[in-house]
C-alpha cells in the first residue's frame, strides 16, 4: 500500500476511548469543511462535513466543530474502534477550490 | 453505484519517460478534479474540470503535465518526461455539481515512482 506519513501527526489511543483529531484551516473566509480518511492503499473518503454558518455537526460516532474565531477544526470519534486506524484530512472549500491538511495518523490500540 | 475509478493502481517508470493516468469519475458527475500527494506532505489540486472543459488548471506545476478530458467523461493525465519529483499518488476525485459545497468522491490513486 501507499507509504505515506512519515512525517505525519500521530495520534495513538486505546481502543473504546474517544479520539480528538485537530486541524487548523488557513483561509478566514473558507465557508465548508470536510472531513476524510484515507486508509492505507485507498483514496479519501468522505466522513462528515460542516458548514461555517455552524459550530458544530454530528455523525455516527463522530462530530466535528467549528471555531471561526482561531481557524480550528477538530474531528471527535467516540468509542474508537481498530478499524479507525487511518489517516484523517480536514479539508477547507472556497468557491469549490478545495484544500487539505497535512493530516494525522491515528492508530487504535487494542 | 460505481465509485472513482483510476488506472493504473501503481506505476514505476524511469526518469524521462512517459505516464498516462487516467479516472473514471462517478457515472453523471460533471465535475472531475486531479490531486497529487508528494510522500509524508499534504495532498495540492492539480485541475479541476467542469464536463470536457478545464474549469481551473492552476495548481498544475508545469508543462509536463497535460490533462485532458476529451467528451466529458474519463479523463486523463500524462506526465512527459517524468522527474524524481513527480513520485507521489495522484488522486482523481469527482462530484456532480458545483456550487454548494458538492462533496468529491475520490478514487483510489495512482501510486508513481519515478526512478
Known amino acids: 500500500g501507499e507509504s505515506v506519513g512519515l512525517h505525519l501527526p500521530t495520534l495513538s489511543v486505546q481502543e473504546g476511548d474517544n479520539s480528538i483529531i485537530n486541524c487548523a484551516y488557513s483561509n478566514s473566509a473558507s465557508d465548508y469543511f470536510i472531513w476524510y480518511k484515507q486508509e492505507s492503499g485507498k483514496g479519501p473518503q468522505f466522513i462528515i462535513d460542516i458548514r461555517s454558518n455552524m459550530d458544530k455537526r454530528q455523525g455516527q460516532r463522530v462530530t466535528v466543530l467549528l471555531n471561526k474565531t482561531v481557524k480550528h477544526l477538530s474531528l471527535q470519534i467516540a468509542a474508537t474502534q481498530p478499524g479507525d486506524s487511518a489517516v484523517y484530512f480536514c479539508?477547507?472549500?472556497?468557491?469549490?477550490?478545495?484544500?487539505f491538511g497535512a493530516g494525522t495518523r491515528l492508530t487504535v490500540k487494542p | 453505484e460505481a465509485g472513482v475509478t483510476q488506472f493504473p493502481s501503481h506505476s514505476v517508470i524511469e526518469k524521462g519517460q512517459t505516464v498516462t493516468l487516467r479516472c473514471d469519475p462517478i457515472?453523471?458527475?460533471?465535475?472531475l478534479y486531479w490531486y497529487r500527494r508528494v510522500m509524508g506532505k499534504e495532498i495540492k489540486f492539480l485541475l479541476h474540470?467542469?464536463?470536457?472543459?478545464?474549469?481551473?488548471e492552476s495548481g498544475m506545476p508545469n508543462n509536463r503535465f497535460l490533462a485532458e478530458r476529451t467528451g466529458g467523461t474519463y479523463s486523463t493525465l500524462k506526465v512527459q518526461p517524468a522527474e524524481l519529483e513527480d513520485s507521489g499518488v495522484y488522486f482523481c476525485?469527482?462530484?456532480?455539481?458545483?456550487?454548494?459545497?458538492?462533496?468529491?468522491?475520490f478514487g483510489p490513486g495512482t501510486r508513481l515512482l519515478v526512478l
Open positions: 479539508a477547507e472549500i472556497l468557491n469549490n477550490d478545495m484544500r
Open positions: 457515472s453523471g458527475h460533471d465535475n
Open positions: 474540470f467542469v464536463k470536457e472543459s478545464k474549469q481551473d
Open positions: 476525485a469527482s462530484s456532480q455539481r458545483q456550487g454548494d459545497g458538492e462533496t468529491q468522491y
